[in-house]
């Protein structure tokens, strides 16, 4: 089941810098991409999220792009802290279910 | 702040052994989920649950998997007969319902079985 995407395993940034984190997704029905963020020993964390009627959501030093045409979204940090380093995970849903489907995970590191 | 708590952080057990992953999800949420992840992996849906009753399943939650809201509070995973490749961190989600809200997610069970 590959149906949402992280093909980035890991990312390494300067603090201060802009982080980029990118995922993909194939199924046209899901219609609420969330962004997720792990430290090790604990569960996930919600982030932020976007519903497909937009096409960017702000949150302070987050902002999540979507480009419903490519099935492509993305979450930008700016700037980067040492302690957003963690795994972020990408998910999508659709329907009343909620049901998310992850991506794989990519670990941010951000360098001081 | 209210937060999800899972009970045991790890569990160890004999392969064919029942194991049951217990979840407290926060108290006024009405959709409970459990997700897998396997080391290395990535995080998989396993099960959604609404009014007391299995709303969505993955093939990944076959007959030895089942799940149970004993009281008003808890929320179960049972694994009857455990395999090696069930070892995983187990997580266990909630939200308070309707479209799109964020799930909460507790901070797991580590499963191993040996």
């Known amino acids: 089941d590959q149906q949402v995407k992280q093909n980035s395993p890991s990312l390494s940034v300067q603090e201060g810098r802009i982080s980029i984190l990118n995922c993909d997704y194939t199924n046209s029905m899901f219609d609420y991409f969330l962004w997720y963020k792990k430290y090790p020993a604990e569960g996930p964390t919600f982030l932020i999220s976007?519903?497909?009627?937009?096409d960017k959501n702000e949150d302070g030093r987050f902002t999540v792009f979507l480009n419903k045409s490519a099935k492509h979204l993305s979450l930008h940090i700016v700037p980067s802290q040492p302690g957003d380093s963690a795994v972020y995970f990408c998910?999508?849903?659709?329907?009343?279910?909620?049901?998310?489907?992850f991506g794989a995970g990519t670990r941010l590191t951000v360098k001081p | 702040e209210p937060e999800v708590t899972q009970t045991p952080s790890h569990q160890v057990t004999q392969m064919g052994q029942e194991v049951i992953l217990r979840c407290v999800p926060i108290?006024?949420?009405?959709?409970f989920y459990w997700y897998r992840q396997i080391l290395g992996q990535k995080v998989e849906f396993l099960v959604s649950f609404y009014n007391n009753e299995i709303s969505e399943k993955s093939e990944i939650f076959d007959d030895q998997f089942s799940v149970e809201r004993p009281d008003g509070s808890n929320f179960t995973l049972k694994i009857r007969s455990t395999k090696l490749e069930d070892s995983a961190m187990y997580f266990c989600?909630?939200?308070?319902?309707?479209?799109?809200?964020?799930?909460?997610f507790g901070p797991g069970t580590r499963l191993t079985v040996l």
């Open positions: 989600a909630s939200t308070a319902g309707g479209p799109y809200n964020e799930q909460f």
């Open positions: 998910a999508a849903s659709q329907d009343w279910n909620n049901d998310m489907r």
């Open positions: 976007i519903s497909s009627i937009k």
């Open positions: 108290s006024n949420h009405l959709y």
